[in-house]
Structure formats: structure tokens, C-alpha cells
């Protein structure tokens, strides 16, 4: 269960930066600068993480996943990425992918052992 709230609030902070580089107007920017293994990397750790939190419910009772969902992306991300911590976050986005996507591979991994 650890690698789910993990998960859950790398992706959130991941989230969050996305949502301020959008609001801030740079967002097409930051984007068109990825190279391309970033971008294949982000839609692996995306598809991943949307897998991971489906099968959350099959490993845990159905409250967890959504107790670890409002968990990251409603009360730590928006604490813990403002305007003054954003730049830090920004420069270890790839760090907080590389995390969510490792709790992600570990959910799955777990589901595919036990069942």
C-alpha cells in the first residue's frame, strides 16, 4: 500500500507542475523542449499510472485508492508546489516521474503475482 500513496504523490506533484506551467502560459513551451524519449517516457509513466491506479482496487478495499488519490493530488501537491517551490520542483520533474512510475510498475507487479 506504501507504493500507492507514493505514487500517488509524485504523480500529484507531477500534476501540479503541469498545472502551473499551463496557467503560467509556458506549457507548449516546456513541451516543445522535451526530447523525444521524455515525451514516450511521460506517456509510459501516464498509461502506467492510470493502470496502477485501476488495479488498486482490486488489491485494496476501494476506499484506499481514493483516500491516496485525494491524498496526492488535493492536499500535498497543491502544498507542496507553489510559486516559490516551483522552480525546485520543476528541475526534479523527471525524478518524480521516475518515482511514479516505479510505485506503478510495483502495484502492477504485485496484482500480477498474487493473481
Not at 500513496?5 to 503560467?24: D, E, V, Y
Not at 499510472?49 to 488495479?55: E, R, S
Not at 516551483?86 to 512510475?101: E, S
Request: aromatic share 20%; glycine share 8%.
Amino acid at each position: 500500500m506504501i507504493f500507492l500513496f507514493i505514487g500517488m504523490i509524485a504523480s500529484g506533484i507531477s500534476a501540479r507542475i503541469t498545472l502551473l506551467s499551463h496557467r503560467g502560459g509556458w506549457f507548449l513551451e516546456d513541451q516543445a523542449r522535451k526530447s523525444s524519449g521524455m515525451v514516450i517516457f511521460d506517456l509510459i509513466g501516464t498509461v502506467s499510472g492510470i493502470a496502477a491506479f485501476i488495479i488498486s482496487f482490486f488489491l485494496f478495499d476501494w476506499c484506499w485508492p481514493l483516500i491516496a488519490l485525494a491524498l496526492g493530488y488535493w492536499f500535498i501537491a497543491p502544498f507542496v508546489v507553489t510559486r516559490n517551490s516551483y522552480a525546485f520542483f520543476y528541475q526534479t520533474q523527471f525524478v518524480t516521474a521516475l518515482v511514479a512510475l516505479g510505485c506503478s510498475v510495483a502495484i502492477c507487479g504485485i496484482y500480477f503475482e498474487i493473481f
